[in-house]
């Protein structure tokens, strides 16, 4: 394996192990801070909060986004990376001769990176995206729960009926921000996508041609596919 080779190895397994730092951090915070330190929301007495909220808890909440399986694959793909990094390619026992030949194909090489990528594509463009929208242009909403309340609200879908929603209601002086995690988070997405970034763009390509003809061939598997990266 050669030195551009290994670069390009070691900045796929930095990009994860930066992501995977990042999720211990606060991801976003709620806050809710309504004159004399409580209000009456809907009837419920609520007391003034602030809620971090870091990237586990938040993957383990919002299950309809997928993110547990986005993790799963994401560190596969960089554990794989870091195997190749490591198993020589020249002499050694029989075991390491035939491991070295499974994972340095040619085959393997190129599966792992489009996997690296559409893992990417899916945390960077998804879930990321939608969260800074929603903090930026979105309006919050107090569950009636108060601060308790705050992360089984994703556990519902947002599309889903409203008949299911949890009861939340706009209030003043309740906000959101995002923290400190989220731009680890997008730092160890940008180093380990930057690392793959040619596979990144030939699978954005794919999905600008391939989500138009699905939506007027298949209804059902264009919205499997959409659930499934997380849009």
Sequence with gaps: MDSTSKGYLGQ???????????????????????????????????SAFVD???????????AYFRLHPVIVFMFASAGVGLIRLLLPDGAGNALINVLSKIFHTNLVKIANDYIHALVHIIVAFSWLLILLLAILIGTPAMPITGEAGILPTFQTPPYAPAAVQPVTVEVPHLSATVGVGYFILLLGIAIGGLAVFKRVVHLVIALIVILPILFFVDRAIFQQVILFLGF
Excluded: K, M, R
């Design 12 to 46: 796929i397994v930095l990009g994860a192990c930066i992501t995977f730092i990042a999720l211990f951090f606060p991801l976003f915070t709620v806050t809710y801070n309504p004159p004399g330190g409580s209000a009456l929301v809907a009837g419920h007495h609520i």
């Design 52 to 62: 971090v909220i870091n990237g586990w808890a938040f993957a383990d909440s919002a």
